[in-house]
């Protein structure tokens, strides 16, 4: 590989590339498959992703962690300082922490890509096309989101990775648009948004005149219905709260990032990241971080709860993490609650970790782990107050499709933990496929692939008509219960929520995924085997097409069996708990812990 010089292209933005000379893509990130006439016949190698190798992942995932510690408390430190406060450790990491990990760990990524292409090529030259920086400083964190999928985002911390700590020569280049390039699409409609707005309205009103909760819920991940009837039975006047509340807007001042974190690491990669945390920190925790702090002061939320339980609102919702921070410090409980699947079964999870390091007490699905003794092992909270198929009916399922639900992630990798990684999508695309192609004809016509409401770019839609045109897809919007309710049986290709509800349901499931792309934790292994024993789980596309098509005509009779409902509730007490009177068992953990 090092025989020939070759062109590097960094990402998608075509105006940075060239067609006259050998090229190597830095990733699959490059080439959209829209794009796929421009790119298809050039003489051109794409890196092999860095973290394909998983006991690279294995050892990455433990430096950054401790990594991630060390640079935690220094910007803890340096933002007491700039704000004149003395919050502590725990303050910042319920709201700087998200930002700093998803941020630390991306800013490696793209610096292990760079340098393994340097390792591996002879690289000639590239072009940086020069953007206005203020345009990748994020006011929050739902801002930060929406700019780190984006090729131009990426094209610049690459550019500077390249620029200032290679010696590849640059070739800067002004882009014919300041675009930001492409976000996350808006998927709510206004009248979904005003419907939104209209079931808090009581609850702000109420809130004018009810005494403030000693257990304030928010972002439970409860059903309605649920949620309602929990603080009846807590003795509280029932309120939902609304969340995800836009924070204020303050423009970045660069005058006040004029400074440098300094760490005791001592290396290229330390120096790069501590020089680009001041420069990119989102303005909620820097500018318009006092603006932030009086937003949560006029929120009609209870001014001291005894307890704070939530499930999903401090990952992006700056608001309800600076409120939430603000409480803990103060002396409220932070109960969280499991919010997706992944947890307790994947062999690493930062999300997790970060879960539990913020709360005083977790409550899982039903899993536990003998080192963590915060963590309460409870049920399925997204499936609590519905209703499981029971004994599925033959006459209800003879003429129903077979629902494909695919995973989608960012092409650009933005958390660490040992799942499928962006690198990863094509293989993964090309298992789908030969999922489909194995099954019979009959069954093949009753494929409904519910494609991702998010595809970040991956045009997945259009990858499965070109491989079969008549293909059914469902774009991702409609109701996934109701769909899951009316299919024959649901097959489920990633470790995630949705396998765990449909199995917490009853309702006839197969999964698969690679377990070299997506490995389990130790604990979890066990109770795999016994759903790949039952036929449940399976590691190939071929193994998983196979049983589809052996239980096809009677997917009841098997599905109903002692041993595949034994198989299935052995794993829902694992990972997928039901329980029979959800809301006071709930009840009585969250008064026990305010005891």
Request: aromatic share 12%; with cysteine.
């Amino acid at each position: 590989m090092k025989n020939t010089k070759r062109f590097l292209i960094t990402t998608a933005l075509e105006e940075s590339w060239r067609y006259d000379e050998p090229i190597l893509f830095l990733g699959e990130w490059c080439r959209l498959y829209s794009r796929k006439e421009h790119w298809d016949n050039l003489d051109a190698d794409v890196l092999t992703y860095h973290w394909a190798d998983k006991s690279k992942l294995d050892r990455d995932c433990e430096f950054l962690s401790s990594y991630y510690e060390q640079l935690l408390i220094i910007l803890a430190q340096k933002l007491n300082e700039i704000h004149n406060t003395d919050f502590s450790l725990r303050y910042w990491r319920i709201l700087v922490g998200p930002w700093l990990a998803y941020f630390i760990q991306m800013l490696f990524d793209r610096w292990e890509s760079v340098h393994q292409a340097i390792e591996l090529y002879e690289l000639d030259e590239t072009v940086l096309l020069e953007y206005d920086e203020t345009l990748f400083i994020p006011n929050d964190m739902n801002d930060f989101v929406k700019l780190f999928v984006e090729d131009s985002w990426n094209h610049g911390i690459l550019g500077i990775i390249l620029n200032q700590f290679t010696t590849i020569r640059c070739i800067i280049k002004k882009p014919s648009l300041q675009a930001r390039g492409m976000s996350l699409p808006i998927t709510q409609s206004r009248k979904d948004y005003i419907k939104q707005k209209l079931i808090y309205l009581p609850s702000k009103v109420i809130s004018l005149f009810a005494k403030d909760p000693d257990i304030f819920l928010n972002g439970t991940y409860l059903p309605v219905k649920t949620e309602i009837k929990l603080q009846i039975k807590l003795g509280q006047f029932p309120q939902l709260w609304e969340n995800n509340i836009k924070t204020v807007r303050i423009e970045p001042d660069l005058n006040k990032r004029n400074w440098v974190l300094k760490s005791t690491v001592e290396s290229s990669f330390d120096t790069f990241v501590n020089s680009l945390i001041p420069k990119h920190i989102p303005t909620a925790y820097l500018e318009g971080f006092s603006s932030l702090v009086e937003q949560t002061k006029n929120l009609g939320w209870p001014k001291n709860p005894k307890i704070i339980f939530t499930s999903n609102i401090l990952w992006h919702d700056c608001v309800s993490m600076a409120y939430t921070a603000e409480k803990v410090e103060n002396g409220s409980l932070l109960v969280y609650g499991q919010h997706g699947g992944f947890y307790g079964s994947g062999k690493f999870s930062w999300a997790e970790k970060h879960e539990i390091a913020i709360s005083d007490f977790y409550l899982s699905w039903g899993w536990d782990e003998i080192k963590q003794s915060k963590i309460i092992p409870l049920g399925i909270l997204k499936s609590f107050g519905k209703h499981s198929m029971g004994s599925v009916s033959l006459s209800k399922t003879r003429t129903k499709t077979l629902l494909l639900v695919l995973v989608s992630i960012s092409r650009y990798s933005y958390r660490l933990d040992s799942d499928l990684n962006s690198g990863e999508m094509i293989k993964s695309f090309e298992e789908h496929f030969s999922f489909v192609r194995t099954l019979p004809m009959n069954i093949k016509n009753q494929v409904l692939v519910r494609l991702h409401v998010h595809e970040y770019g991956w045009f997945i839609g259009s990858r499965w008509k070109d491989q079969f045109s008549d293909i059914m897809l469902d774009d991702g919007t409609s109701n996934m219960e109701r769909l899951m309710r009316n299919c024959r049986i649901l097959v489920y290709t990633y470790n995630s929520t949705g396998y765990l509800e449909s199995l917490s349901l009853n309702i006839p499931t197969i999964i698969f995924w690679n377990s070299y792309s997506s490995p389990l934790r130790d604990s979890a292994v066990p109770y795999f085997e016994e759903l790949k024993k039952a036929g449940i789980f399976h590691e190939t596309p071929g193994s998983a097409a196979a049983k589809v098509a052996e239980i096809w005509e009677d997917v009841p009779g098997w599905w109903n069996q002692p041993q595949i409902q034994r198989a299935r509730e052995n794993f829902c007490n694992r990972f997928a708990r039901t329980l029979k009177n959800p809301t006071k068992l709930l009840k009585d953990i969250l008064l026990s812990v305010k005891a």
